[in-house]
């Protein structure tokens, strides 16, 4: 049976991904609304992504023998403004990573779990990535530039 760590993790992943994914899917259409098809269409792809997390989440659980939980999600905040939007998505980035290294350390020893945790892990550093090139890419040519660009 695998770590009992790693389950706990793994239905977290379900429960908050499937969170995340929604949030990014709604600020997608905010920002469509907007006129910033640009931070649209990465938005809605960004979420079909971690949907896609969520499901080799869900498979792994069942694979293992274990219980797929819908577990309640808890409200999250939506943004107008594409900058700020961008911050509070970086600090999520930022914070998740943390708490899933220390999961994906704890699968090393089942291979396959390690492996959608790995790439899920990767995933999410390169988003954290362009969250913080974003922010210094509107530092050095100003929001509005910015903004211009999502068009």
């Known amino acids: 049976m695998a770590n009992e760590k790693v389950i706990a993790g793994l239905q977290t992943i379900v429960t908050d991904l499937a969170q995340q994914a929604d ?3 709604l600020q997608s259409r905010i920002f ?3 006129g910033f098809s640009k931070l649209a269409e ?21 694979d293992l023998g274990c219980e797929v939980k819908l ?7 939506v943004f107008k403004d594409p900058v ?4 509070y998505d970086l600090e999520v980035s930022k914070a998740g990573l943390a708490w899933l ?11 396959t779990t390690y492996d959608i945790l790995k790439e899920y892990y990767q995933d999410e550093e390169e988003d954290m990535y362009w969250g913080e090139s974003q922010l210094e890419l509107i530092e050095c040519i100003g929001k509005q530039n910015w903004l211009l660009q999502q068009l």
Do not use: N, Q
């Open 23 to 25: 949030g990014h899917a």
């Open 32 to 34: 469509a609304s907007e």
């Open 42 to 62: 990465k938005y809605a792809e960004h979420a079909s992504e971690e949907r896609g997390y969520v499901d080799k989440c869900i498979d792994r659980l069942l």
């Open 71 to 77: 577990e309640a999600k808890k409200e999250g905040p």
């Open 84 to 87: 700020e939007w961008v911050k």
């Open 101 to 111: 290294k220390e999961i994906t350390e704890e699968a090393r020893k089942d291979y």
